[in-house]
């Protein structure tokens, strides 16, 4: 609600923040305090992370601690009954509370405490403090912070929505923008082109791919035409860039979703590599490795994750977050494969040492492209006649390459070889 009141109010100086609402840490131990956050973005990030849930990391091997003279661990059937609210943190062993955590400010005001925000909750031999968390009365401090999650999401209910509220009429046209916007990101994912626009402005003869796409498709349908662009409202296009990457977001997550659905939280194979893109910053890339229902093998990107350095244990954080995040475990790995850097493949302190401390069973197989990669070159440099080869070829790309008439020249002596061929009957025409 607050972010549609922005309308009503002037924005103050210096308010603004470069929060990124998709990088928001899963692990409920490594979240930042709500109250730290600008006021204008509180309530986008206590609704992205009511929309992603709680974090139930369902197939971690949950530790076992001492307690009563019994080890005792968290029970994953209390994700069961307190699916709503409950989550775990796979960093630190310890239980939260995610309605609490959202609207913890509230909660302190009525007498609520920090054991399911801060420290987190880990006696694990009195689950009856669960129910305690609750409370017994629509009065307690977590009933009244889940009340505010309800009352957030339900922006049916809101005053915002009782003073403009739609028609039937208007929610048709707003599903038809929508769906317009849906099948022009599809289309271009689909191609891999990209959606900006050097110019984006109604003046500009090419305003980018989804714009053009978008102004296409009504062109093509009247109906779609009549509530698109300039005939939509100027604050409901469903155009924005915002708009789009949201839209792209919904993609990739049903994608990752089908690929773990593919799984079936059986055994697989983790390729981890990183690199850093054109903004100079490092990208961890993630694939999964696995034998489907059919028998055949495959292999699946599941996505590329920011990290800020290098280290393997940067990286393995990385790894554990986007475990956590789709409930997986690393239990169910069977092996992993990188590249032959220190930080991955060492014995004693590599992203590899690190994962096998979890599960014996990751046994770690170099990556064989870099294997063929490094033995190409090493024999290479150990014979002449090869490296004589590799330098003619070099010396061959740049003279040819820097001359438009000397490829056409190529071009027509290799165009008359092909034809001398097929008159002699040694090259089948059409292939």
């Given amino acids: 609600m607050q972010a549609n009141m922005k309308r009503f109010f002037k924005p103050i100086s210096g308010s603004t923040s470069n929060t990124n609402v998709d990088d928001l840490p899963w692990d409920p131990a490594e979240r930042k305090e709500i109250m730290s956050y600008h006021p204008n973005e509180r309530d986008e990030i206590r609704r992205r992370y009511l929309v992603r849930g709680p974090c139930q990391p369902y197939d971690h091997?949950?530790?076992?601690?001492?307690?009563?003279?019994?080890?005792?661990?968290?029970?994953?059937?209390?994700f069961e009954k307190y699916g709503t609210w409950l989550e775990y943190s796979v960093s630190t062993e310890r239980a939260f509370c995610l309605c609490c955590y959202l609207f913890k400010d509230?909660?302190?005001?009525?007498?609520?405490?920090?054991?399911?925000?801060?420290?987190?909750?880990?006696?694990?031999?009195?689950?009856?403090?669960?129910?305690?968390?609750?409370?017994?009365?629509?009065?307690?401090?977590?009933?009244?912070?889940?009340?505010?999650?309800?009352?957030?999401?339900?922006?049916g209910q809101s005053i915002v929505h009782a003073l403009f509220k739609q028609d039937d009429l208007v929610k048709k046209e707003y599903r038809i923008r929508l769906n317009a916007s849906i099948d022009v990101s599809r289309y271009l994912l689909r191609q891999g082109l990209s959606f900006r626009g050097h110019d984006e402005s109604e003046e500009s003869?090419?305003?980018?791919?989804?714009?053009?796409?978008?102004?296409?498709?009504?062109?093509?349908?009247?109906?779609?035409?009549?509530?698109?662009?300039?005939?939509?409202?100027?604050?409901?296009?469903?155009?924005?860039p915002k708009i789009q990457k949201e839209i792209v977001n919904c993609f990739a997550e049903?994608?990752?979703?089908?690929?773990?659905?593919?799984i079936d939280y059986g055994v697989f194979g983790l390729l981890v590599d990183e690199s850093a893109d054109i903004s100079h910053k490092e990208q961890m890339a993630v694939v999964f490795r696995f034998v489907d229902k059919s028998g055949a093998v495959k292999e699946r990107f599941i996505g590329v994750v920011h990290v800020k350095e290098t280290s393997s244990a940067s990286l393995k954080s990385a790894i554990d977050n986007l475990f956590a995040k789709y409930g997986l475990s690393l239990k169910r790995l069977r092996g992993q494969g990188y590249d032959g850097a220190s930080n991955m493949k060492g014995e004693f302190n590599g992203l590899r040492a690190l994962v096998v401390g979890e599960n014996n069973a990751a046994y770690y197989v170099h990556c064989f492209a870099h294997q063929l990669q490094l033995v190409v070159v090493a024999i290479a440099k150990?014979?002449?006649?090869?490296?004589?080869?590799?330098?003619?070829?070099?010396?061959?790309?740049?003279?040819?390459?820097?001359?438009?008439?000397?490829?056409?020249?190529?071009?027509?002596?290799?165009?008359?070889?092909?034809?001398?061929?097929?008159?002699?009957?040694?090259?089948?025409?059409?292939?």
């Avoid at 399911?116 to 009065?139: A, I, Q």
Wanted: a positive charge; hydrophobic letters at 30%; aromatic letters at 8%.
């Fill in 61 to 78: 091997p949950f530790k076992k601690t001492k307690m009563s003279n019994a080890m005792r661990r968290f029970n994953p059937a209390w």
């Fill in 106 to 155: 509230d909660v302190r005001k009525k007498g609520g405490n920090d054991a399911f925000v801060k420290e987190g909750f880990c006696t694990w031999n009195k689950p009856d403090r669960l129910d305690t968390h609750m409370g017994k009365s629509s009065n307690s401090s977590h009933c009244c912070a889940a009340e505010k999650c309800d009352n957030l999401m339900k922006q």
């Fill in 254 to 262: 049903e994608v990752v979703k089908s690929i773990i659905e593919e």
């Fill in 205 to 240: 003869a090419n305003r980018g791919n989804f714009l053009q796409l978008v102004k296409y498709t009504g062109e093509q349908n009247d109906a779609i035409s009549k509530v698109i662009l300039n005939n939509a409202p100027k604050n409901n296009q469903m155009i924005s």
């Fill in 382 to 431: 150990k014979h002449f006649e090869v490296g004589d080869f590799f330098d003619m070829i070099s010396t061959l790309l740049n003279v040819v390459g820097a001359s438009c008439k000397r490829q056409d020249m190529i071009r027509e002596n290799y165009r008359r070889k092909v034809q001398e061929g097929i008159s002699r009957g040694e090259i089948n025409t059409g292939t």
